[in-house]
Each structure stands twice: as C-alpha cells, then as structure tokens.
C-alpha cells in the first residue's frame, strides 16, 4: 500500500513558477514509476509528466514540455512538479500517482496505468 500526499499548489500569476510535491509512504517508492495528471473543471484528468523508479527517464505531454520538470528524491520518498512559464490553462487540480507496472514509459499517460493516487493540490494561473 502506498499513499501520496501532494502539496506547494496555490494561486500564480501567468508566467510565473510553482514546484509541486508529493511524497509517499512506503519502503519501495524506487520500484514505483511515479506520474503528475491534472484535471480541470469540467474537463477529463490529463496526463503532464511522468518518470521511472530510478528517475532516469522521464516523458511529458506536449502541452507542458519545456515548462515543466519532473524529478524525484528516491532517499525522501518525493517525487516534484517543477512548473514555468505558467499559463492561465494551466489552472487545474494536480494529482500524482504511483505505478508499480513495469512498462515502457509512455504506456503511462493513461490514468489506469497507476494503482494509487493521492487528493490533489490546486494550481490556480491567473491571467
């Protein structure tokens, strides 16, 4: 069992930078590919970024490419949203999930790919 707990969402102006966190219980964080989705209202949850267990290898959406940074710190248990140049479509509420499926990394932009997700944060851009 793993849980997740994000934090670092709140309210920027456009252009500005968020970092997000998520940090997770557990002995095996390493074996876990750990992504971030976000979910804007009324709209569908959408993948932005994702990153093997040993953080060699990561993957984004085109939509946030070259503005966001995903990494993570296998020795605290996090995994961090490094967020640019937000735009004001960039509002959303940011979840991170925990897969322990081994893939190829870009099976992981769908949601069911992850076994455990944590409550969100939310990012708001203001324009």
């Known amino acids: 069992q793993v849980q997740l707990v994000e934090s670092g969402g709140g309210l920027v102006q456009a252009g500005g930078s968020l970092r997000l966190s998520c940090a997770a219980s557990?002995?095996?964080?390493?074996?876990?590919?750990m992504g971030w989705f976000r979910q804007a209202p009324g709209k569908e949850r959408e993948f932005a970024a994702v990153?093997?267990?040993?953080?060699?290898?990561?993957y984004y959406a085109n939509s946030v490419k070259g503005r966001f940074t995903i990494s993570r710190d296998n020795a605290k248990n996090t995994v961090y949203l490094q967020m640019n140049s937000l735009k004001p479509e960039d509002t959303a509420v940011y979840y991170c999930?925990?897969?322990?499926?081994?893939?190829?990394?870009?099976?992981?932009?769908?949601?069911?790919?992850?076994?455990?997700w944590g409550q969100g944060t939310q990012v708001t851009v203001s324009s």
């Open positions: 999930a925990a897969s322990s499926s081994p893939h190829d990394i870009s099976w992981y932009v769908s949601t069911s790919a992850y076994n455990y």
């Open positions: 557990g002995r095996t964080f390493s074996s876990y590919a």
């Open positions: 990153i093997s267990g040993s953080g060699g290898t990561t």
